[in-house]
T-cell receptor, first 109, second 112 residues
Framework: GENVEQHPSTLSVQEGDSAVIKCTYSDSASNYFPWYKQELGKGPQLIIDIRSNVGEKKDQRIAVTLNKTAKHFSLHITETQPEDSAVYFC????????FGAGTTVTVRA | DVKVTQSSRYLVKRTGEKVFLECVQDMDHENMFWYRQDPGLGLRLIYFSYDVKMKEKGDIPEGYSVSREKKERFSLILESASTNQTSMYLCASNGLVGYEQYFGPGTRLTVT
């Protein structure tokens, strides 16, 4: 099955700085790579996703890049704000979604 | 607005009890999922269902069973709860494999 590794496990950034979270996956058949954000007391919510036929996707302050050859993908958050503080999960899909362990992001005011 | 609801936010049960966790979605989705979330381990898939009365094991099905008698409802059953099943349980649904999953708020289960 798919194995997804996510780094770092915790990330503290100053408000206004950028945050980067990296994930690697093992199954070259995976073709869908979503990112979920989980706020305290809530279930995860999709913030951006990318498919294997695309190298990069951007949505306002959030971007995701995918390197299929190296089997890694990254989430970039620019101009971080306090409301970006949350746990972020990457995932990869061959038939079922496999999730990374999560990154706790803290944005310091 | 899409909605996945779970029957309880918090649940405390004793070792050996039979536990039912209920999940309901109002989006007419084909697929429903049960995950457990533990610190440092992320979300791990227990079972999923791609149609009424159909189910498939996820990565950690041991000690769990599921039931899907109606399209909108997916139940997770702990036949004999044990302390190592203390966890956050998340239900999700989607219309197509390989597309966004919508999550419920989770049930924090404590087994004492």
């Amino acid at each position: 099955g798919e194995n997804v590794e996510q780094h770092p496990s915790t990330l503290s950034v100053q408000e206004g700085d950028s945050a980067v979270i990296k994930c690697t996956y093992s199954d070259s058949a995976s073709n869908y790579f979503p990112w979920y954000k989980q706020e305290l007391g809530k279930g995860p919510q999709l913030i951006i996703d990318i498919r294997s036929n695309v190298g990069e996707k951007k949505d306002q302050r959030i971007a995701v890049t995918l390197n299929k050859t190296a089997k890694h993908f990254s989430l970039h958050i620019t101009e971080t704000q306090p409301e970006d503080s949350a746990v972020y999960f990457c995932a990869a899909n061959d038939y079922k979604l496999s999730f990374g362990a999560g990154t706790t992001v803290t944005v310091r005011a | 607005d899409v909605k996945v609801t779970q029957s309880s936010r918090y649940l405390v049960k004793r070792t050996g009890e039979k536990v039912f966790l209920e999940c309901v979605q109002d989006m007419d989705h084909e697929n429903m999922f049960w995950y457990r979330q533990d610190p440092g381990l992320g979300l791990r898939l227990i079972y999923f269902s791609y149609d009424v009365k159909m189910k498939e094991k996820g990565d950690i099905p041991e000690g769990y069973s599921v039931s899907r008698e109606k399209k909108e409802r997916f139940s997770l059953i702990l036949e004999s709860a044990s302390t190592n099943q203390t966890s956050m349980y998340l239900c999700a649904s989607n219309g197509l494999v390989g597309y966004e999953q919508y999550f419920g708020p989770g049930t924090r289960l404590t087994v004492t």
